[in-house]
């Protein structure tokens, strides 16, 4: 069965870093553009980053602009979030999507092909 499973989450402090994957099973993500998004406790969901599929492309949202780099490693089928500069309005659940040949186009909500189940961070001291 196709699907896509985000790891790497966890605890951090403030300023800290951390790198969340994003990997496919039972397909190639070679021709999906993935996207990350997050959602905090009482908070709505909120795109975060994008890559395309040829990661030529890569959108950032203004929040996470020089603290957050998105990459892909077709090779290993999976996708990337390195989180630097942790803070603390960082923390959520963070949730990667799939979608063929997508754009990536803030605020990326979107029908995407594949959501993986979320990954938790917490940046704290």
């Known amino acids: 069965q196709s699907h896509i499973v985000e790891s790497g989450g966890g605890l951090v402090q403030p300023g800290g870093s951390l790198r969340l994957s994003c990997a496919a099973s039972g397909f190639t993500l070679e021709h999906y553009a993935i996207a990350w998004f997050r959602q905090a406790p009482g908070k709505e969901r909120e795109g975060v980053s994008c890559?395309?599929?040829?990661?030529?492309?890569?959108k950032y949202a203004d929040s996470v602009k020089g603290r957050f780099t998105i990459s892909r490693d077709n090779a290993r089928n999976t996708v990337y979030l390195q989180m630097n500069s942790a803070k603390p309005e960082d923390t959520a659940v963070y949730y990667c999507?799939?979608?063929?040949?997508?754009?990536?186009?803030?605020?990326?909500?979107?029908?995407?092909?594949?959501w993986g189940q979320g990954t938790p961070v917490t940046v704290s001291s």
């Open positions: 890559i395309n599929h040829t990661g030529g492309s890569t």
């Open positions: 999507a799939a979608l063929l040949y997508g754009l990536c186009v803030f605020p990326l909500e979107g029908e995407y092909d594949y």
